[in-house]
């Protein structure tokens, strides 16, 4: 199969930040539409942050071997960022390599000036393509606003990881109690569990100091399983965490792919991928 590029164009300004201090809510937070699991919240939730998403155009191209400004044969340049995202990478806790589908960025909005936050990318095992093809054909506009779609993706028993890359330093506290206030939300009453669940995440990110450049890997291994790596240093070389609740696992996953993503131009770069993919 094909090396897949997804360039995508923004248009935002940029202002130089060292380290960003603000409420930890704005890294992750966004309204988002009825969730699909029977535990979450079945109405918006009230804690909303002031992010705003760029408009974007995406395009997506099946690349063998040629380079373009926006990505080489081993790279995706995520273009709002400048981030590179390598197009196929293995990580710790399973041997199959995984394949980019997309790339896209997080802002923070103050006034009218963007900020941006971490930049993202989604790799899945090829296999799970096997069990998108009721979607052949289907265009990037109705993938991305079809949920049943982003659902098969996550109930495939086969891995999938977000790769976040830090665009400016961030501490461990600030960004867990961000993700934290995306998750809870969505949980209606936690089970004993979710709880535990939920601790061991917290712990990974308790006094540690996330600079700019630090890669958080996200990886799904099942629905109720997921693991948690994070490097300073290019590519994680082990696993910090390994979180087992379905619960926390697929808010977390909502948080990205669900109705009212919290990085649009993410979802919008996924659907286009698939969309050339199952064409």
């Given at each position: 199969?094909?090396?897949?590029?997804?360039?995508?164009?923004?248009?935002?300004?940029?202002?130089?930040?060292?380290?960003?201090?603000?409420?930890?809510?704005?890294?992750?937070?966004?309204?988002?539409?009825?969730?699909?699991?029977?535990?979450?919240?079945?109405?918006?939730?009230?804690?909303?942050?002031?992010?705003?998403?760029?408009?974007?155009?995406?395009?997506?191209?099946?690349?063998?071997?040629?380079?373009?400004?926006?990505?080489?044969?081993?790279?995706?340049?995520?273009?709002?960022?400048?981030?590179?995202?390598?197009?196929?990478?293995?990580?710790?806790?399973?041997?199959?390599?995984?394949?980019?589908?997309?790339?896209?960025?997080?802002?923070?909005?103050?006034?009218?000036?963007?900020?941006?936050?971490?930049?993202?990318?989604?790799?899945?095992?090829?296999?799970?393509?096997?069990?998108?093809?009721?979607?052949?054909?289907?265009?990037?506009?109705?993938?991305?606003?079809?949920?049943?779609?982003?659902?098969?993706?996550?109930?495939?028993?086969?891995?999938?990881?977000?790769?976040?890359?830090?665009?400016?330093?961030?501490?461990?506290?600030?960004?867990?109690?961000?993700?934290?206030?995306?998750?809870?939300?969505r949980i209606r009453i936690p089970t004993p569990v979710d709880e535990s669940a939920l601790s061991t995440f917290r712990s990974i990110f308790q006094g540690?100091?996330?600079?700019?450049?630090?890669?958080?890997?996200?990886?799904?291994?099942?629905?109720?399983?997921?693991?948690?790596?994070?490097?300073?240093?290019?590519?994680?070389?082990?696993?910090?965490?390994?979180?087992?609740?379905?619960?926390?696992?697929?808010?977390?996953?909502?948080?990205?792919?669900?109705?009212?993503?919290?990085?649009?131009?993410?979802?919008?770069?996924?659907?286009?991928?698939?969309?050339?993919?199952l064409k």
């Open positions: 199969m094909a090396a897949i590029s997804t360039p995508i164009c923004f248009s935002s300004l940029v202002i130089p930040c060292k380290t960003w201090k603000t409420n930890s809510s704005h890294l992750f937070l966004g309204k988002f539409a009825e969730p699909h699991a029977k535990s979450f919240r079945n109405k918006p939730c009230s804690l909303l942050s002031a992010f705003s998403a760029t408009r974007i155009q995406p395009h997506f191209t099946v690349k063998a071997s040629s380079s373009s400004s926006v990505g080489s044969a081993e790279y995706t340049e995520e273009p709002a960022t400048k981030v590179k995202f390598q197009k196929s990478l293995s990580l710790p806790g399973y041997s199959s390599p995984l394949s980019l589908l997309g790339t896209g960025y997080r802002e923070k909005v103050f006034a009218i000036i963007g900020v941006k936050v971490y930049a993202a990318g989604l790799y899945i095992n090829q296999s799970i393509l096997s069990k998108l093809n009721a979607w052949k054909g289907k265009g990037a506009a109705n993938i991305q606003e079809d949920s049943s779609l982003f659902d098969t993706i996550y109930q495939a028993p086969s891995e999938k990881s977000l790769k976040i890359v830090l665009v400016r330093d961030v501490d461990g506290k600030t960004f867990w109690d961000a993700l934290d206030d995306a998750i809870s939300p540690r100091n996330l600079m700019k450049g630090t890669f958080i890997f996200l990886t799904w291994l099942d629905p109720s399983k997921m693991l948690v790596s994070i490097s300073v240093d290019g590519l994680p070389s082990g696993v910090d965490a390994t979180i087992e609740s379905e619960n926390v696992t697929f808010a977390l996953y909502d948080v990205f792919f669900g109705g009212a993503p919290v990085s649009p131009s993410l979802k919008a770069s996924v659907a286009t991928g698939l969309a050339t993919i």
